[in-house]
């Protein structure tokens, strides 16, 4: 038999053979159900353990480079996964690491050190932190806990692997405790069913676990998540009995509900594995699970999403993530973050692992006075992109470029209802590429920079325009730097002005009658000191303003900008003036849309510290009163689950609507969500963009 297959597999011909069984007896079909249940939850750990063995062969070589690989003594193929996997898992272990070191950090030196890792699989993290220099003059002991059948199989994977039992040491005489496989003075698998309280104390006081001069560390890594709240919380509850216990816990949560895009598709896709998540619909929020832990047993009780996990990494750690893979894909990985939770609870007094108790972002935005007037309208699969961009003429529109499964190049006529044909001609030298900036000026439509590989900006500028009867792209004069993840905006119907990018770059200006660009200089007061990632401009009542966007920092560290700034050019000067006129955190995000509306900017979608939801996923800035408030998304609309990255905007003033086109998200590894087309009416009468 291959150890190394999966546990499903190995327990399918016992699953069969119950099946035969249950039906001599319909008492056994409640126990069938439950086997087959446990064998599809166990199989779960096959991909995770794929997915980090990923993680632990790039990321070793940058991050953790004195830390010997383990995870290949119990997974034999070496996929590589994409960059937002890859980084997601990793931040998902990383959490947990720092979470047991901060704990080890603030025990007595002498302590014994339980660390109990429920439902474990594969993983091996006992060795890992038994062969970690910084512990060496600490009493740990490592107890893997899981279904005896796994347990059974790692146990083998263990004993074939001499580097691994020269780690542990050599095995002792077992307790008689049923269940404890393999056990040394530094290690032990234990085989329990944790519905079986009775043995998992049992198993647990051989362990020294009531010791007062011992202290647990549970860690319940996403195993907990598969049983309904009534079966897990008696194990919560159970751990916090034992002396100074604590318990880190890695679960799903829905922050913004079921309907969100990315909390659908992984639902969905939990519910398809035959191994549904349950917990995540009782303990949607932080909040809730931390609630859940203090009516468990557990007195102080802390949590962070995965993002918030990541804030806390110190920035030569996130630098040397920069290094490991070419990555941009922060809507993504951003969205995952939010989705998990890292929570630790302790019944042991003076001992944390975050800077400060969890509070949320911001409080509930009020409602906008205005009732917008949204619709949802069809979008064809075959149009389906994101980071594309939209280009609007008086009398017709298109859409260009983005990616799907790879990168487009194509021009797609976008037809209002009255719009004409058009007629379509495109270089051969215009390439595919992504994240491009798109700009309406009086004679043309501009399109500018973007990129084709991550983080590597081109310089390049477009224009269409109509000759004769037929649209032709033409290369323009290129930026002096590559740049995307940028914005700009029309000046005196002919000129642009450009701002900020991945690389920290500022402002740029395009003068049409010279057909030069020139870079443009931030004044010593201006609030910034450096160029924003993926924020935006725009222009209401002849007033520049610039909202939200990463803060570029080389340090690595990882923040949004929250102020509505003011944009003054000084032409003579060749400079820029920026002051922040409004500081508000719902308008911290990146890869979000504005439209204008009068005096009022609709900002929509993007990603923040927080997720944002069916109340403030679109927010209002009034900029004459200075004032941010949420726009509600109808149920009819939020029950769709549109996703507002990736986007753009068509925009037609004479009809006065405005739609947001396209745009998506590949949910780390549980499936892509696309977005249709979302119209924002100002006029009279309702119109629907259709596709040629």
């Known amino acids: 038999m291959d150890i190394y297959a999966s546990v499903a597999q190995k327990q399918s011909g016992k699953k069969k053979k119950n099946e035969k069984d249950s039906k001599k007896n319909n008492n056994v079909k409640s126990k069938n159900k439950k086997l087959v249940h446990d064998l599809f ?164 006081d051989s362990f020294k676990a009531n010791n007062s001069t011992t202290t647990n560390i549970f860690i319940a890594e996403v195993s907990l998540a598969y049983m309904t709240p009534e079966t897990a919380n008696p194990i919560i509850n159970t751990s916090s009995q034992f002396s100074n216990s604590h318990f880190l816990i890695l679960e799903q949560l829905m922050p913004s509900g079921e309907n969100h895009p990315f909390a659908k598709r992984m639902i969905n896709h939990f519910k398809k594995m035959e191994a549904p998540l349950q917990c995540v619909h009782t303990y949607p929020t932080i909040p809730d699970q931390i609630k859940r832990f203090e009516t468990l047993g557990y007195k102080n009780v802390n949590a962070r999403d995965l993002l918030g996990c990541w804030d806390i990494v110190p920035n030569d750690i996130k630098l040397k993530v920069k290094e490991v893979e070419a990555f941009d894909e922060w809507e993504e990985f951003i969205f995952f973050g939010q989705h998990y939770i890292n929570l630790h609870a302790t019944n042991q007094e003076n001992t944390q692992i975050y800077p400060s108790q969890y509070k949320e972002l911001y409080p509930t935005l009020n409602n906008s006075i205005i009732e917008y007037n949204l619709n949802i309208q069809n979008y064809p699969e075959e149009l389906q992109r994101k980071f594309h961009s939209c280009l609007s003429f008086s009398d017709y529109s298109f859409i260009t470029c983005g990616s799907n499964q790879s990168r487009l190049s194509d021009t797609v006529q976008l037809k209002i209802s009255s719009d004409l044909d058009a007629k379509l001609e495109t270089s051969v030298d215009f390439k595919p590429r992504v994240g491009a900036v798109s700009i309406n000026t009086e004679t043309h439509s501009y399109l500018i920079g973007g990129r084709r590989i991550p983080g590597v900006g081109i310089n390049e500028v477009w224009t269409l325009s109509k000759f004769s009867d037929t649209f032709s792209w033409k290369h323009e004069k290129s930026m002096a730097l590559g740049r995307v993840k940028h914005t700009a905006i029309c000046l005196n119907s002919t000129d642009i002005l450009v701002f900020g990018g991945s690389s920290g770059e500022c402002f740029s200006y395009y003068s049409k009658e010279t057909d030069t660009w020139k870079d443009l200089i931030l004044t010593s007061n201006s609030a910034l000191k450096h160029g924003l990632e993926s924020s935006q401009m725009v222009i209401v009542d002849d007033t520049i303003y610039l909202i939200g966007g990463m803060i570029y920092d080389v340090k690595g560290s990882f923040e949004f900008n929250s102020n509505l700034y003011k944009v003054e050019l000084n032409f003579k000067e060749s400079s820029v003036c920026l002051t922040s006129i409004l500081n508000n955190k719902a308008l911290a995000r990146y890869g979000f849309k504005l439209i204008v509306n009068n005096s009022k900017i609709l900002l929509i979608g993007g990603v923040g510290k927080k997720l944002y939801n069916q109340n403030d996923t679109i927010v209002e800035i009034d900029t004459v009163l200075n004032v941010v408030s949420g726009v509600k998304i109808s149920n009819d609309i939020w029950s769709q689950s549109p996703v507002f990255i990736g986007s753009d905007i068509v925009k037609r003033e004479n009809i006065n609507q405005s739609w947001v086109v396209g745009g998506g998200a590949v949910c780390y590894g549980f499936g892509s969500v696309w977005n249709s087309i979302l119209n924002f009416n100002f006029g009279e009468f309702k119109t629907e963009i259709l596709h040629k």
């Open 41 to 204: 939850v166990q199989g779960t750990n096959d991909s995770s353990i794929v997915s980090k063995r990923s993680v632990e062969i790039l990321y070793n070589k940058h991050v953790e480079k004195e830390a010997k690989p383990y995870f290949h003594y119990f997974v034999k193929k070496t996929p590589r996964r994409t960059p937002v996997i890859n980084r997601g898992y990793w931040i998902r272990m990383k959490s947990i690491r720092m979470a047991i070191e901060k704990i080890i950090e603030q025990q007595p030196k002498n302590q014994r050190i339980n660390i109990i890792n429920l439902g474990c699989g594969y993983d091996p993290l006992p060795f890992q932190l038994l062969d970690d220099a910084k512990f060496s003059n600490r009493n740990i002991y490592c107890i893997d806990v899981d279904f005896p059948e796994l347990i059974g199989y790692k146990s083998q994977m263990i004993k074939l692997a001499p580097e691994l039992v020269e780690l542990i040491g050599p095995e002792v005489d077992a307790s008689g405790i049923p269940g404890i496989d393999i056990q040394t003075l530094k290690y032990a698998t234990m085989g329990c069913d944790l519905t079986n309280r009775d043995l998992y104390c049992k198993q647990l």
